[in-house]
């Protein structure tokens, strides 16, 4: 098949990795895939070295931006139209939501009007998050719930990479009437179920400061809004003096780095929570070895896939229950928290700090979990299986 994906920019971040696994295991399996997307600006890092020699087409739209402009936003619009005229697909298959709503609304301008006036293209939206949510302004949220219902109306067929997604969009009127799959967001699991070398481990840590026999509570997230690093700070603020050797470790850049290192500074841990900045993708694998709990608290995120990345790698992951952390966190795996519960945060870091044969057990539980839920070729399968509806 000729497949177009559409996504609005390769930066650092989970809905680009699951689409350029996704490009590539597409391409490996003999289909002819191309991937359109919008320049990578931003400290978030970008993703476009490691897209290349994929074994598909890569182009930029630089009109394709994250940022709400009509006349751009229209602009690409025409441009992405043009595009899709050109490379005449069987399937246009788009993600995250500037993307989503071009992506689908030029595409379906285009059926029958393809491939000798067949009801191609066929539009296929993955949701790896929802852009309405409970911590934004209502009319915004209403304003996003009526151009989703809009572009559902453009789509054939959605993918969701949690279920809550699906239970998400459709109690919104999204998509009533159009067939929803859930297919797990992959992870290339190799570097994640295979430990560095020690002497690997020791050195990223000696890169950071951090002793040896020092336990380290690890976040990788984004420096950006609802991520959660101002709840980790405050519980580790409450924990420091009690676990001197415990260290917090960020991993990530954002437009709120300086914010959170004066956080850091404000709350006396100096020395105590580190910054790693930026990390390649292939040096994620290592920072979760060499580190000991997984602490996540992002506020909204379809199912974030550090949780099943740490799992890999036998760490017990502490997670608020917000959108598809529960369908990979449990009781056997880790430790599930109400949103915003500083209390139960710092309880269950403390419960994990101090016995380290919990920490075993609920990594090697959430290990056995998620080994073949987040393969690369489950997923893949998912995703041919809805294609095949129109073959």
Known sequence: MKIVHVITRLILGG???NTLITCKLLAQRGHDVTLITGPAAGPE???YEQAKGGGYEIIILDEL???ISPLIDLAAYFKLKALLKSLKPDIVHTHSAKAG???RWAAHALKG??????NKPHVVHTIHGLAFHDYQNRLLNQFYIAIERAAARRTDAFITVADVMTEKARAAGIGLDKPFTTAYSAIEEDAYLTPPAPGEIAAFRRRYDIPADATVLLKIARLFELKGHDFVIESARRLAVKYPHCIWLFVGDGMLAESLTNQVHFAHLDGRVKFTGLLPPDQIPLAIHASDILVHCSLREGLAR???QAMLCGKPVVSFDIDGAKEVV????GILLPPQDLDRLTAA?????ADPALCARLGAAGRASVKCKFAPDAMLDTIENVYSLWT
């Open 330 to 333: 449990n009781e056997q795996t």
């Open 306 to 308: 550090v949780l099943p």
């Open 349 to 353: 870091c403390d419960k994990l700090i």
């Open 113 to 118: 009007k393809l491939n000798g006036g067949s």
């Open 65 to 67: 931006c994250r940022q």
């Open 101 to 103: 709503i071009l992506g």
């Open 45 to 47: 890092g970008a993703l």
């Open 15 to 17: 809905a680009q990795e």
